[in-house]
């Protein structure tokens, strides 16, 4: 899978999915949850790849 390299910053928006987005630990939606950020939050984008983002939130990064 291609990743490009970011640094920008996002607002999390989980679109109707619930108030909350999961940092995961791996690209796998069955992969553990190191966090969740509540939806309206900002992010810092490390990666990103068609299906996968890599964010960093209050100095934790994982996967979402």
């Not at 940092?23 to 900002?42: H, K, M, Y």
């Amino acid at each position: 899978e291609d990743y490009d390299l970011e640094d920008d910053m996002a607002t999390v928006d989980t679109d109707g999915a619930g108030d909350m987005l999961n940092l995961r630990q791996a690209p796998n939606p069955d992969s553990a949850v190191l966090d969740t950020v509540p939806n309206g939050t900002e992010v810092k984008v490390l990666l990103r790849s068609a299906e996968w983002t890599l964010a960093e939130w209050e100095g934790k990064s994982g996967i979402c």
